[in-house]
């Protein structure tokens, strides 16, 4: 039987990975396509070299755009290989505009969308990812939540049919390749850092970026904040920085952009920092699970489990409440298992199979 699978932007080629892998295992065919969403050799090959994701069968190359015509053009490759390849099953993961096209094309040529990470909700419309999940979930015909909170959206939202809550597979790709990240990862010796001397940041939401006030609060607090701070770039951030701040080394010595970095070594930066200060949804469930504070740099989050057991503070982009977030942190006493058990890949990939057959 055959699975056509979406992907195009950085966070789902981590989610891909076990699936892809256990899809494989199980003896599915997997026809693979990337959109081309993200296009930078340190955006997308190096997750496909390190993580071992098999090559794509089909690289679209669409880039990037303004969002109605980066989805469109995604719409029409996928549908010309929806036409082609006739798949059983196409299946979508997290919220991009990857994630969309593939709902939209699946559903206009009625193949059943099964889609990864259900259910999450910011409950912030101005976010061009909520969107495009709530359009997915609703033209989904299997739903695999990571928690029991994503699987209570959609049922508020009328859908608990085909609805499975399986756990993460963010969280089944950081139990398989932590290992390999110890044995690999030579980058805290390459920048000459210590563990546990510096906090790692991340920057690339909208809200963030193309706001100045915001990314000007952000890299004041960072620049108060006096400590070694290791932040890897996402590209549409590299321009805004730079219109912001001429010169970073003047501007804040302890502060070192470096460009967006591989999977193994992300998952070293985030062990051995004393805490991540993110944007990123996937960074703040990867902080939780290494038991690092997590500062989160938005409004809201959708990960909201990090939140309630106090692993992780909402400060958005507010100079004052970044501060006072890490001097006032205190360690949490528990961090309950609400992620799955590292197995959601497999478990997708068995409900599939189940489907496939009846
Ligand atoms: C996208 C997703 C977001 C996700 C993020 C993960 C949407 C709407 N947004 O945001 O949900 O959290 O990916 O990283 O789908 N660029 C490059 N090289 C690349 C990729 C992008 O230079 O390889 C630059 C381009 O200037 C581009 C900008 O980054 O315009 C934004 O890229 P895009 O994929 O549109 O959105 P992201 O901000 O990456
Ligand atoms: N990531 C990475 N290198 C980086 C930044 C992020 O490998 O320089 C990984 C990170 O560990 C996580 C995923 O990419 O697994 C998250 O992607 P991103 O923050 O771009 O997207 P989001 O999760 O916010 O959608």
Redesign the pocket.
Known sequence: MKILTVIG???QFVKAAPVSKALRAAGHEEFLVHTG????PQ??QIFFDEMGIPTPNVNLEVG??L?GW?TAQMLMGIESLLLEQNPDWILLY?????TLAGALAGSKLQIPIAHVEAGLRSFNRDM??EH?RVLADHASDLLFCPTQVAASHLANEGITRGVHIVGDVMYDAVLAFSALSEEKSTLLTSLNIAPKDYSLATV???ANTDNPENLHAIFEAFRELDENIIFPV???TRGKIADLIDNIEEFSPKLRLIEPVGYLDMLSLEKNAKRILTD??GIQKEAYWFQIPCVTLREETEWVETVESGWNTLVGADKEKILSAVENWIVPKKRPNVYGDGHAAEKIVEILGVKIAE
């Open positions: 932007a950085r966070p969403q993200h296009y930078d955006m997308s990037s755009g969002h980066q997290g919220d991009t505009n990857s061009p990812e495009n690339h939401r909208p996402h590209p549409r990123s949804g």
